[in-house]
């Protein structure tokens, strides 16, 4: 049985889980889903807690301008490290769930990871009304097989 949301369809041998109105940076987050998008769970995981420690930056391709400096080894890139800690909580939220169908949780890659805007509200009880920065985080982990790391091939091509 398929349950379609989000734009993918939910198949058995897929786990999904969300976050909404989280209070980070659109932009950042675009960014950081996808540097994860088509990777294994285990090394997505690794590379936020990566980014988190200041090991290894997000590289900046979409929304760079500003002086986005050069970290070394790559082009203009961040640590988003705020966005990390958020992305990494709801892929561990993902992992939970594919654990509670019945997944291996070994042979899990991100399907389909995906940063929306959320509605703006604004800071309380400030003079100057400063407008918070808020998203919606979306993630889909789906069993590998060598099937579908075929198919996943063929559509980065």
Known sequence: MADLKYGIAIKTNMAK???RFLGISMKKAVEVCNSLRGKSLNSGLRL????????????YRRYNRGGTGHKPGMGPG???IKTCIEIRTILKSAEANAEQKGLDSKSLFIAHICAQKAPISWHYGRMRRRKMKRSHIEVVLEESSDKTKKELGAKKK
């Open 17 to 19: 889980a969300s976050g």
């Open 48 to 59: 936020l807690d990566d980014v988190i420690a200041e090991k290894i930056p997000i590289a």
């Open 78 to 80: 961040r640590y988003p």
